[in-house]
Every structure is written in structure tokens, then in C-alpha cells.
């Protein structure tokens, strides 16, 4: 019993886990634009406004400084991850073995044959599997719009024919594009045309995961050539470790479940590197400068995010309408400034100015006191300032403070005598 136990544990299969994995990625970036914290968007490039929403938080494009240092954390995940897990990411969440994988399920049900790149079946059943192509298509293009376009707006644009053109012609590009690849290519583009293989080929590490079958169990094999039948990548993992094999696992749990008939444990597995060193292959000197690079970014990340301002403040002369000076000697100087509330609360704001002469004084008129901003929300305040004429240049300094007096920004602005610059 106990044996038998033991067995069933080694030939547990993975295609479970595998799918209900795909099913969550899949699902998380189709949803992820439509969810919301604070009223602002989860992920979504806002072009017309050069922002960035990033989960409850707006980055200004004068920001994006963290953006990159976020590319760059992100990036070096990336490498390290495909360093230590190597193809894992094609077998398990990649959205072209996800619409692949899709692509071949639906052939079956309609019991279309799928041979390579050919579909063979009746032309009704043909009509149907490219009706379901299509929409496929059409939703994987939506999805990368709803990344820059709020979804409700997306389809409320749509339906009234607003859709901008740059947008529509997004749509049908990413469309045709995904049509094509579902209908006639599928798993060609992962063999022929994925860049990612090629660089797998490049950060292979001696303790890279590989799927392999290890000399020791080649004894045992039955030559039943099972995993030559089940592998989408048409490969044969009794040869020895192969750049097209995706780590999907397929071949593991089909090999398993021959062993299994004959009460013995299967002979292909996950392993790290390619001479059974186990977690110990993981270190070596790239795999460790690669994770000490990514803490360092990180720490680095989480120290620019945490030293931003609150709230940030610019500000810049009127172009519509030119400083003047009245006959009592003052001059007036008219102003626009973009104050954007970083925070995920609603804050209110107070601006002033000081002046670099004690002679001279100065006085705000316009909305200056209690601006109300959302979360977020980046406002356009216009207001002049007066300032006596003192007959020559001076400096003067904007100040954005909270409520309560806590200094927040500033901007300094030269004021000539006759005109502002």
C-alpha cells in the first residue's frame, strides 16, 4: 500500500496545475484594465493626459523617471527568471501557447483534425472554428486598446463609430494579425518565429529548469513514444535537451501515466541544469549578480516611490493674455499652474508667493486658496499676481502647501518690470 501510495505521488500530473494557470493569467490581463483603486485604473497608458495609471496611483510624464526604474526591475526579472525557470513561461502563460492551446481544443470538439498548420474537416465545422477565430482575434485586440482606453469608453466609442483612427486601426492590425496566427500558424510561431526562444538559447545556465528524461531512466523506457505524440512542439525529449521544447510538461504527465499502468514512477521530470546538481546549480555567478541586480533595483524603486512629494506644482506665465502695468504703479502678471495630487486621497491644497526683495509685495488673486483635488487628479489653476513696481527684475516664489502649512512644491519665476518670462 505503501508502495503503491509512493508511486501515485511521483506520477501526479501537472496538467491541472498547468491549466488552471493559464486560465488565471489569461483572465488577470483580461480584467486587469477594468479594475479600479481610488477611481483610478489598475494598468492603463493615458495618452491624452501623459500619464501613467498604476494601481490607484498617476504618474505624470515629468514621473516616468520611475517607470523606467520600474522597465528596468521588471527586466531584470525577466532575465532571471528565464535564467533559473528557462522556458516555463512558453509552457505555462504564454498567450500565443494559450490561444494555440485554445485554437486545438476547439478543433477537437468539432472534431476538425489539426495537422501542422492545416485544418481538416467539413466546411461548416471549418466555418464555425474560424467564427470563434475571429472573435478571438477581435477580443485579444480589444484587450491591448483597454490598456489606453477605459474600457467602458472603448466600447461606448465603438458603437457610436468615435473610435479614434489611430485606435481603430490598432484594433484591425492586432486583429488580422491574431486571426492569421490562430487560423494557420499556431505553434510554428513558437518553433520559427519567437525571439524568446532564441534568447532562451543565449541565458541557458547550468541550472536552468529543463524538462529532460535522465540517462539513469533511459533503461526503463518502453519506446511507447507516448511523449512523441502528446509534445505541441513535435520534438522527441528522449534526444536530449532541445531549444524547442516549451517546459510544458505534456510529455511528463503522458509518460506518467503509461509508468503508472505498470506501478512505476515516470521517467521524465523538471530538473535544474543538466547534471542533476539540483538547487545547488542556482549558484553561479550570473544567476547570483542577476538576483543582486534586481534587489538592488528594487530597493531602488521602492526609495524613489517613497521620497516623491505628495503633490507636485508647476508653473508657467500666461501665453493668452500679457503683463501689464496700471497707473498706480503695480503690475500684473497673469499665471496658469498644474498642480496633480499624488496621493490616493482627496486633498486640499493652499498656493502662495514670496518675494526675493523685502520691498516688494505681492498679492494672489484667483482660486489660490482651498483647491480641492481628487486622487490623482492633476488641476489647472489660473490667477494673476500683483506686485508693486519696483523698477527692476526680482524673483519670485510659488509655494504649494497643504491646508495645515506643510510645504509641498515650488517654482521660481523671474518678473521684469514690463513683462514676465
Partial sequence: ??????????????????????????????????????????????????????????????????????????????????????????????????????????????????????????????IILHSLFLFLALLVGSNLLWYFIDPRQYFTQLVSGNLPPAAMMTLLIISTIVYLDMAFLRRLVCREFCPYGRLQTVLVDAGTLVLRLPESEAPRCIECNACVRICPMEIDIRQGYQIECINCGRCLDTCRKVMDKRQQPGLIGYYFGLEDEGWRALLNPRTLLLALGLCGMLVLLFFAVQSRPEASLKVALSHQVASRRTTDGTQISFFNAWIHNRTTAVNEYVLSAESSTQEETLELKGPTSAILLNAGQNRKVDFVLVSSFTGKESRVTFVLTTKDGQQLDSNEVLITPDQSR
Wanted: hydrophobic share 50%.
Fill in 1 to 126: 500500500m505503501a508502495q503503491h501510495s509512493q508511486h501515485t505521488s511521483q506520477n501526479r500530473r501537472l496538467a491541472p496545475y498547468r491549466i488552471s494557470f493559464q486560465w488565471f493569467f489569461s483572465l488577470l490581463i483580461l480584467l486587469l484594465p477594468w479594475g479600479h483603486l481610488n477611481n483610478i485604473s489598475l494598468l492603463r497608458l493615458d495618452i491624452p493626459h501623459l500619464s501613467l495609471q498604476i494601481f490607484g496611483a498617476t504618474l505624470r510624464i515629468e514621473e516616468l523617471y520611475l517607470f523606467l526604474f520600474f522597465s528596468l526591475a521588471l527586466t531584470l526579472f525577466f532575465l532571471l527568471t528565464t535564467l533559473v525557470f528557462g522556458r516555463v513561461w512558453c509552457g505555462w502563460a504564454c498567450p500565443q501557447t494559450t490561444l494555440s492551446d485554445i485554437a486545438e481544443w476547439a478543433a477537437h470538439k468539432l472534431k476538425i483534425k489539426t495537422s501542422g498548420t492545416q485544418l481538416q474537416g467539413t466546411l461548416g465545422r471549418k
